[in-house]
């Protein structure tokens, strides 16, 4: 199910609900009704067995919910994740598809301009992350389950979700260090962006290219995401320099503070790379998308010097493109990848 399927025509005052992500919730914790006629009209009564309900619902039904149980709604959604990506009598691909559309569904209000960020809320992020994260450190099947099931989508939920996946991935595969700090990764990895919520919309969804000055403006996100994380924790948590230090880059070409490699801790250098990666394959509405073999040319060829090399190496090797990109990179023309990456 895409992000796109999440967002539906829903009456003033509800919003939509697809009956799968409600599977592994056995207790209603709202109301739920369905659009008939004029008005919604009450399919189920909160506290009832919502596993019957599920049962009765016909394939591919959506359900309505009240906007102000919407938090309610979002809580059992995130308590019932890890029970979505253990449960073993569903193949890792499904699980994989549920637990992406529950992220989704629990995450998009975070990363709406007009919902603050506040305490409960990143602690409902944390929640979800962690959650996927103890999942693809333990279970090998869903590592590559979960990554084909990433939406490409343009919405900023969906890029964090994407971002902090691949991050766990990747630190897995490095062995970068105990759960903590894959945690964190996956934490920052997600929250990486939370500061466009203070973009303007004139800038964040401009159909074109940034001038000069709406550059300026765009890279405010880094400084707000940062402020943001600290303010909803209540001070600074341990992931928070992921979020500050994103964009900064080998070369001392990145913001805001302009730092060499060595400035720059590991797991926001990792951050940085998977980020990259999954906005050069994700379509934009100043340009197409490209694939994985070209994000990774573009990185290693045109973006050169900007990344960790042993880092992205460790990418490649991970997306099983080693050989064919390094062979590619030999003497290949970079004009289209250039543009992309623009």
């Known amino acids: 199910m895409s992000a796109q399927q999440l967002i539906t025509p829903a009456p003033p005052g509800y919003e939509p609900v697809p009956a799968r992500v409600l599977t592994d919730i056995s207790t209603l914790p709202c109301d739920l009704y369905i659009w008939r006629g004029p008005r919604p009209i009450l399919y189920a009564s909160k506290g009832g067995d919502l596993r019957k309900v599920i049962a009765r619902a016909q394939r591919g039904m959506s359900f309505l919910v009240r906007e102000i149980d919407s938090d309610l709604l ?43 960020l506040d305490h409960d809320g990143l602690l409902l992020t944390h929640k979800v992350i962690d959650s996927i994260t103890i999942h693809l450190l333990e279970d090998e099947e869903m590592v590559w389950a979960m990554v084909a099931t990433m939406q490409k989508h343009v919405a900023t939920h969906a890029h964090a979700i994407n971002t902090a996946v691949y991050g766990i991935v990747l630190a897995r595969f490095m062995q970068l260090g105990p759960t903590d700090t894959i945690r964190d990764v996956a934490r920052g990895g997600l929250l990486h962006d939370i500061g466009k919520n203070r973009v303007p919309r004139v800038v964040l969804d401009k159909p074109s290219s940034l001038d000069g000055p709406e550059w300026q403006v765009m890279r405010t996100h880094v400084k707000s995401g940062h402020e943001m994380v600290i303010r909803a924790q209540g001070y600074p948590p341990s992931y928070a320099h992921i979020v500050a230090e994103h964009h900064e880059r080998c070369d001392g070409s990145g913001y805001p503070a302009g730092r060499m490699a060595t400035g720059i801790p590991i797991d926001a250098q990792l951050v940085a790379i998977v980020d990259a990666f999954d906005a050069l394959t994700t379509r934009r509405p100043y340009r197409a998308a490209v694939t994985a073999f070209d994000a990774l040319h573009v990185m290693r060829v045109a973006m050169r010097g900007q990344f960790n090399d042993e880092i992205l190496r460790e990418l490649i090797r991970l997306l099983g493109g080693f050989n064919a990109i390094t062979t590619r990179i030999d003497g290949q023309e970079l004009a289209g990848c250039m543009k992309a990456a623009g």
Request: proline letters at 9%.
């Open 74 to 116: 979002r809580g059992a959604l995130a308590a019932s994740l890890p029970r979505v990506l253990a449960n073993p009598k569903v193949s890792p691909a499904e699980r994989s598809k549920t637990a992406y559309s529950i992220a989704a569904k629990v995450l998009m209000p975070v990363f709406t301009r007009e919902n603050a």
